[in-house]
């Protein structure tokens, strides 16, 4: 009993330490230009915004493209799984200038430290592909990230993602406030799961499918989301996807142990993968 009202208290204590940080942080935050102020005022009212590599203009991203799909054509087939679920292929290329010149270019880093309200850390780009499944699990689940209390993640789409390669699909940050009833039943069949997430049949009884919002779009389709605050999935698919995934919290985030995998060796690295297609 005194260890549950002493981690409460430590809760507690570490809730007003953020909001306190939030606040004296508000008048550090850098200017952004009225193209970038649409994407940040999105991400607070939607949770999600979509643009593209060609809107955004990002000095760096012709190298960016050029090595990500050099890298792309060399990854692996994956191996069967016995259990009948295909995982996605990952390779973590956060160490490689290309991508994290990309992740950390000034415009991109200024939206995100707007959004979170607290200097930011960046902490890795997985290139990622994604494969045909029958059934849902793993990412595929209804689910909400956990690495922080704001997430900030970038989702660049590589090949052309329309319904059949199972697109980024989310519900919109105003039908599951804190104000709304959905938002409790969402964390109750959330915490059912073990946090895992759940099925479309569960989510459709909650928020109709009508409601779900599927983010389709061509190659460069960029997609920025708070993945903690926005219920979301990757639509089961019958084609490939492939894609990049940039992940970003405060610094230092609530749960780091969460976000080693985004730089360590949870995942494949370039020089493995070249190591690994050349032999
Ligand atoms: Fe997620």
């Known amino acids: 009993m005194l260890n549950i009202v002493k981690k409460t208290i430590s809760e507690l204590k570490a809730e007003l330490d953020y ?56 990854m692996e087939p994956p191996k069967n799984s016995h259990t009948g679920q295909r995982l996605p292929q990952i390779y973590t290329m956060t160490e490689l200038p290309e991508y994290s010149t990309w992740a950390t270019e000034t415009r991109l880093m200024n939206i995100i430290e707007n959004y979170i309200g607290l200097p930011v850390a960046f902490h890795g780009v997985h290139l990622r592909k994604d494969f045909p499944n029958e059934n849902q699990f793993g990412t595929l689940l209804w689910h909400k990230d956990a690495e922080d209390r704001r997430i900030i993640k970038i989702f660049v789409y590589l090949s052309d993602v ?76 019958t084609e490939e996807r492939s894609a990049l995934f940039f992940v970003y919290t405060a610094n230092p985030p609530k749960r780091p142990e969460l976000c080693t995998q985004y730089w360590d060796d949870t995942f494949a690295k370039p020089d493995r993968l070249i190591q690994t297609t050349s032999s």
């Open 162 to 237: 329309e319904e059949h390669h199972g697109p980024f699909e989310y519900v919109p940050l105003s039908l599951t406030s804190r104000y709304n009833l959905n938002y409790y039943r969402i964390q109750y069949e959330l915490w059912r799961s073990g946090y895992l997430g759940f099925t479309d049949e569960t989510l459709n009884k909650i928020v109709p499918k009508s409601a779900w919002k599927s983010c389709p779009g061509p190659a460069g389709t960029v997609i920025f989301v708070d993945t903690k605050c926005v219920l979301h999935h990757g639509t089961l698919r």
């Open 19 to 74: 909001r306190r940080a939030i606040a004296n942080h508000a008048k550090s935050l850098p200017e952004l230009e009225q193209r970038d102020r649409r994407i940040l005022n999105q991400l607070k009212t939607e949770g999600v915004c979509v643009t593209s590599l060609e809107n955004l203009g990002l000095n760096s991203t012709s190298n960016l493209l050029k090595v990500a799909k050099s890298q792309l054509s060399r």
